[in-house]
């Protein structure tokens, strides 16, 4: 079985200011709507930043932003507040069920602002 | 009255056979049911004759008239089932005589019915002694929805009430008068309670409970006539012996006889002390009648229990139906609530054998099992304390070897005997996957050493998650079993277990996750240790739990200070110290739910929820509940949770002491304590146990003298009762047992172990419980007291923080780059509330 994000969309070449960097507290997440898309957004400290899809696919319900934020093996994860299932932030793949997968998006911080590029890919 | 055709069908009309059932009883309805599963109501004309008026209700649950349910709950089918499987009831009459040589049946209103198979499922009645005057007016027996509703009727203008027969069904009628609130006796001939089940241990321990409730008991006493007033209304019991005793309502339920008459007058076998005689095929001695349930004598045997009438129903109509079935006997294992007090019988517990029995008349608990000349488990009953139950039964059965008796009888070790190394291979652990113990053990065996290792290669412990720690029990006593060592480490990231963490906290007062994870552990933490760090620094008190780098630590519930729901809304319980609200708070909560549109509902732990907010408006809810002096309630945090309150002295006619008022403070000093599991608390304000505290972390109960505490109870997946630690304590006291009681828990148990597991898992269990905390064995009580004052005077409502930082509120918005809704969030309303379109 493959859950997908909502809707799958082509990677875009431009970027979209989330908000400032300051709004992230390490080692904790942020929703945020990127052209019409919820978006986790992660601080891991030391300049690390990621960004998957918000919606958790085992729950449906739009909240992967409010996870923990850890390791498995050294992978940096993030685990749904729903049902706890893993995810790898890098790539947006489920640790507990690899059939499953959200988007997992570009993050760059330019300024001290956080920026995410539209249209994540699923790996 | 309708006439029923008499021609008995056969196969030169064409017309089909009839099967008629005398009697709408348990067990006559269940006959019908399993033919119209078989396909019998289309082959047969199915006709029912029963003599009361009401379809077959469930007589076991009788007494639950006295607590709240209407006769309508007691039906056993739903009304029209028999009309839509065209089965012809005729209610509010009797069959009186049959002509089997003709395959005729008579009934009372001398309707007569040709039947081509009859089936005898006419009960038993209860035995009235042969004494004057048990026909006055006031006179009862307890069979019938009919006779409880008399029996509530004539109480209503009584004060006291007397119950003759001290056995199962004495006891159960006891019961009811006393919920009646009748001041009660219970007489039996016997001397002691339930003769037949209980030797004079057993009997003692029962008698302890039965009179703890305030039932008088009279053992040996045999009534020797129903003493009336002028006008003939019941006015007590005089005995052969000794004083009379007043009564203005009396009780026969001194046991039962088979209601076979119809047998004897139709000349068809019946045994020497009653019941209809049946083979293995459930047939009497005449051609094409069957007997079925308490009127049926089956290897000299008569049930007075539901369950083989049942099988013999199902006997019956698959015998009819053409298969092949057999009754041969049934063992019966019973377990039964009485007056509050668990009963239960295995096997025979009269048979000969050696017999090893544990009592402690402290506790009222009496456990008796008979082991047969071959070493096999025979027979067993348990009074007070019925956990070795299981395991007994899978004993008598031979599905287990014999069990180490004594190690599963005894209270201290053994609450081992409901420890999980004992329980058999079949039994289900995971109900959500379906996974049995043996299962689990054999991943073990095959290599699995944690938990995660378990959920992974057997799903159990994935769904709901209720069997996790069980889990956890049983991969442990595997490990150690095979001699390999147990993994007690938290997480990857920790070597330690949680206890050892607590210890390295408390000891180095390093606060910081970041310090913890480099010094004592690996890697950047997890969703598992993070949270456990949290908890600990809060238990020692280290301020205000969002600020920093205590944020990202906590679990998604404390992080946003509400619990989260299955489409990512929150829900808002306010604390209701004690369950006591004023008013104005009422109103002030439900303005709030109004003006948010939140689903309103009332928790089980007496306060009120609000489902269904919004991360973002999570402050301004809060905000306008801590204005109306509500706070916190934390219900989302592994916390103390409520402390459950009756009415107690204040109202209550039998409270004895203010339950209310050592509910609140023992709520208000304990509120907030952060523990690795949540606590729940209550106290009620006399033996009636209306707060139900002996199912609570703690529990306390009034006494004349003072207060009874009992430790190490909850409900939840693996109910646990709780055991008492001591008796009539002063205020003072009490409170001074319970800071140590909690604070040595939150210092020693493991993750998400609750209190009960942990008490168990002590070496020497409540014993040793109670030396420490009762006895300061350890010396650790000043200190504990200590850390418990700390946490009392340290105590801030998190929400009333909250709102008092701007930079605190920062994180309460669904999207950090817009103010819009979370457009996930959607709704539908039900029964006029709003509640979410199904997320899965
Ligand atoms: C709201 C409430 C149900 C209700 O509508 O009545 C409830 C709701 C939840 N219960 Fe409960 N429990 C509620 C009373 C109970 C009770 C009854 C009681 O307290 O008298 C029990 C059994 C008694 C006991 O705990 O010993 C109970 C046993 C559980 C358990 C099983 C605990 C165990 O030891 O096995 C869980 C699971 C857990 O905590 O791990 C649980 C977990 C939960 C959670 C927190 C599940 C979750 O993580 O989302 C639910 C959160 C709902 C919410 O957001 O408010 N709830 N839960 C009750 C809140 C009472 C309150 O005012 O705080
Ligand atoms: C208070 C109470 C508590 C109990 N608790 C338990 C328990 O915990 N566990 C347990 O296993 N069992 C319990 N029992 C026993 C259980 O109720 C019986 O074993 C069960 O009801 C037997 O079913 P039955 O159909 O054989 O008899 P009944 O349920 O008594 O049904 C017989 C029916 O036949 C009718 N009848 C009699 N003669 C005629 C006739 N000639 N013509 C037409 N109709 C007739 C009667 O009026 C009655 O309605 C309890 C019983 C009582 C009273
Ligand atoms: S427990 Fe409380 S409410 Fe119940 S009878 Fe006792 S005092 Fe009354
Ligand atoms: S997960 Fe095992 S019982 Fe629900």
Not at chain 2, 30 to 51: D, N, P, Q
Not at chain 2, 122 to 136: L, M, N, Y
Not at chain 2, 185 to 190: G, H, K, L, N, Q
Not at chain 2, 701 to 720: D, F, H, M, Q, S
């Amino acid at each position: 079985m493959t859950i997908t994000e909502p809707e799958l969309r082509t990677t875009a070449t431009t970027w979209e200011p989330v908000c400032d960097l300051k709004r992230l507290t390490p080692g904790r997440g942020v929703a945020a709507l990127v052209d019409g898309a919820p978006v986790a957004l992660f601080h891991l400290g030391e300049g690390e930043t990621f960004a998957i899809g918000n919606v958790d696919p085992f729950s449906g319900a739009s909240v992967l932003s409010r996870g923990i934020v850890g390791d498995v093996d050294g992978v940096p994860t993030v685990a749904s507040p729903i049902y706890k299932q893993r995810f790898d932030l890098r790539t947006g793949r489920s640790i507990d069920d690899e059939t499953v997968a959200v988007s997992a998006y570009d993050v760059r911080v330019v300024d001290g602002i956080c920026e995410v590029r539209p249209g994540g890919t699923l790996p | 009255m309708s006439s029923i055709p008499t021609q008995r069908g056969d196969r030169t009309t064409g017309s089909r056979p009839t099967v008629l059932v005398v009697g709408n009883g348990m067990v006559g309805h269940r006959f019908v049911e399993a033919a119209i599963e078989r396909g019998l109501s289309s082959t047969h004309r199915i006709v029912v004759v029963g003599e009361e008026r009401r379809q077959a209700y469930d007589r076991v649950h009788l007494s639950a008239l006295f607590d709240g349910f209407t006769p309508a709950d007691l039906a056993l089918a739903e009304p029209n089932l028999y009309d839509e499987a065209g089965v012809e009831a005729i209610l509010g009459e009797t069959v009186d005589r049959l002509d089997t040589a003709a395959h005729l049946a008579v009934t009372s209103s001398g309707r007569e019915i040709t039947y081509d198979a009859c089936v005898i499922a006419t009960g038993s009645a209860p035995f009235v002694p042969p004494i004057p005057g048990t026909d006055a007016a006031g006179s009862f027996v307890y069979r019938t929805i009919d006779d409880l509703e008399a029996i509530r009727h004539w109480a209503a203008g009584c004060r006291t009430g007397a119950v003759v027969g001290g056995g199962l069904l004495g006891l159960e009628a006891a019961n009811a008068l006393r919920l009646l609130g009748l001041e009660t006796t219970v007489v039996e001939f016997a001397p002691r309670l339930m003769a037949v089940q209980l030797d004079d241990g057993g009997g003692r321990a029962l008698l302890h409970h039965v009179e703890g409730l305030g039932v008088s008991v009279r053992t040996g006493a045999a009534a020797a006539a129903v003493r009336t007033t002028p006008d003939g209304r019941v006015a007590g019991l005089s005995f052969s012996e000794g004083e009379d005793l007043d009564a203005e309502l009396v009780v026969f339920a001194a046991g039962i006889r088979p209601r076979d008459q119809i047998a004897r007058d139709s000349g068809l076998e019946v045994g020497e002390r009653g019941g209809v005689i049946i083979d293995d095929r459930c047939a009497t001695s005449a051609e094409d009648v069957y007997a079925i349930g308490e009127v049926a004598n089956h290897a000299g045997k008569v049930y007075g229990l539901v369950a083989p009438g049942y099988a013999m129903a199902d006997v019956v109509a698959a015998r009819l139906a053409g298969e092949e079935a057999a009754f041969t006997g049934s063992d019966t294992p019973t377990k039964l609530k009485l007056l509050g007090v668990d009963v239960a019988s295995v096997g025979d517990p009269q048979a000969v054998g050696d017999e090893v029995v544990v009592s402690d008349p402290r506790t009222g608990t009496w456990k008796k099992v008979v082991v047969d000349a071959a070493g096999n488990v025979a027979g067993a009953v348990l009074v007070g304390d019925v956990d070795a139950y299981p395991l007994l039964v899978q004993a008598v059965r031979g599905s287990i070897p014999t069990p180490d008796l004594l190690s599963l009888l005894q209270p201290a070790s053994g609450e081992a005997g409901s420890g999980p190394a004992d329980l058999p291979d079949e039994a289900i652990i995971c109900s959500c996957h379906n996974v049995s113990c043996g299962t689990i053990r054999k991943a073990v065996d095959d290599g699995c050493e944690t938990v995660a290792d378990v959920k992974g290669c057997t799903k159990a412990g994935t769904g709901c998650g209720s069997c996790v720690s069980l889990i956890g029990e049983l991969v442990d006593a595997r490990l150690i079993a095979a001699g390999k060592t147990v993994e007690k480490r938290l997480c990857p990231h920790f070597e330690l277990s949680r206890p050892e963490l607590y210890e390295v906290v408390r000891a180095t007062g390093i606060r910081t996750f970041a310090e913890l994870v480099t010094k004592h552990g690996t890697g950047t933490g997890c969703e598992i240790c993070k949270p456990v760090a949290a908890s600990i620094f809060a238990s020692l008190g280290s301020g205000y739990i969002l600020d920093g780098e205590q944020a990202g630590l906590q679990d998604s519930n404390d992080h946003f200070l509400a619990n989260i729901q299955r489409d990512g809304t929150y829900s808002v319980v306010p604390r209701v110290p004690g369950g006591e609200i004023t008013p104005a708070q009422l109103i002030a909560i439900g303005e709030v739910a109004r003006d948010f549109d939140l689903y309103t509902k009332i928790t089980g732990g007496q306060r009120i929820d609000l489902l269904g907010a919004r991360v973002e408006q999570l402050p301004a809810i809060w905000g306008r509940l801590i204005d109306a002096g509500l706070e916190s309630g934390q219900a989302y945090g592994k916390s103390v949770r409520t402390v459950k309150s009756c009415v107690g002295s204040v109202w209550c006619r039998y409270g004895v002491q203010d339950s209310v008022k050592l509910a609140i403070d023992l709520e208000n000093r304990y509120r907030g304590l952060r523990a690795p599991h949540k606590i729940k608390l209550a106290v009620s304000g006399c033996a009636r146990e209306c707060a139900e505290a002996q199912s609570k972390d703690v529990g306390v109960i009034a006494t004349e003298k003072g207060w009874n505490l009992y430790v190490g109870g909850n409900g939840g997946a693996r109910p646990a009762h709780a055991v008492l630690l001591a008796e009539d304590l002063s205020t003072e006291e009490l409170v001074r047992s319970i800071d140590r009681y909690l604070m040595w828990y939150v210092r020693t148990a493991d993750r998400l172990e609750r209190t009960a597991v942990w008490q168990r898992k002590l070496p020497g269990g409540i014993d040793f419980v109670r030396r420490v905390v009762m006895q300061d064995e350890l010396g650790i009580g000043a200190e504990l007291e200590a850390d418990m004052e700390a946490h009392v005077g340290a105590y801030r409502c998190e929400w009333t923080e909250t709102l008092e930082s701007p930079e605190r509120l920062a994180r309460f918005v669904s999207f950090v780059n817009t103010d819009l809704p979370d457009p996930s969030v959607t709704h539908v309303r039900v029964r006029g509330q709003r509640i979410p379109e199904t997320t899965r």
